[in-house]
């Protein structure tokens, strides 16, 4: 097989998903613990953000499909958001929600996102939940925007959070511009409570895109080039919120 630019083996994508998704859709399947089945939603999300064909695009989307009872459907991953019983549970919850933001097909898979759009609130830590991301809250975000849960799942909280620690990527900055485009709500009314902190909530605007100025030639965490499906969410985003003209040379 080929192998990348460290010497290590590279698995062709299109067989080995053709048989994990034979696997998951077989008889007496092996049951895959919650950590296995989060990290391999993660593993379908790099995937699909990589240059592969499209039967490769959607083999990715049916074995995410496919992983989704494994996370125990809508009703746990709604509670586990509302509710978490440890930072571990959080951590998984958000992991996943973040993976969906790439596999947006696999939340009408045992009724995620019908669940996720009926929560009726959540509980958040004040730092950044542990074994989680910039990127991995600001992704998790978007996946709740979409499903119509920007107010009920308090996100507005997660990024005034995001906004105090001023520690945004390219990348995670990208996200939350995506997320409060989709939630369809101002910048300046996108934290959790615009009115009793007016100086955050005026912020949000210039935070953000200070932060993917540079996303085509930014590098994230690990050292790779930000990828185009950054660079369009943000440059959507931008279209959405009507800020073209004042942001004219993101992108350029």
Known sequence: GKKD??????????????LAVQSMNGKGAEPLALDD????????????????????????????????????GGSRLKRDVASARSPRERSLAIRAL?????????????????????????RWPL?????????????????L?????????????????????ASLTPVAGASWLCAIAQAGVALDAATDK???????ASRVEEVLFDSIELIVSAEDGDGVRA????????LWAVCVLEKTEERSGIGA
Not at 227 to 234: G, P, Y
């Open 227 to 234: 990828s185009t499906i950054a660079v369009a969410r943000a």
């Open 194 to 200: 615009p009115e009793a902190e007016e100086s955050l």
């Open 37 to 72: 089945a989060v990290a391999s939603l993660e593993g379908l999300a790099r995937l699909r953000q990589a240059a592969f064909d499209a039967e490769v695009d959607a083999l990715v989307g049916e074995a995410a499909g496919c992983l989704v009872p494994y996370l125990g």
């Open 98 to 122: 973040a993976a969906f933001q790439s596999l947006p097909e696999a939340l009408m898979t045992g009724s995620v996102a019908a669940a996720l759009s009926s929560l009726g609130g959540a």
């Open 145 to 165: 925007a979409r499903c119509g849960s920007w107010a009920s799942a308090r996100c507005g909280f997660l990024l005034a959070q995001a906004i105090h620690r």
């Open 127 to 143: 730092g950044l939940p542990s074994y989680t991301s910039e990127a991995a809250v600001a992704s998790a975000a978007c996946t």
């Open 5 to 18: 630019g460290q010497g290590k083996l590279l698995l062709a994508p299109l067989p080995v998903l053709r």
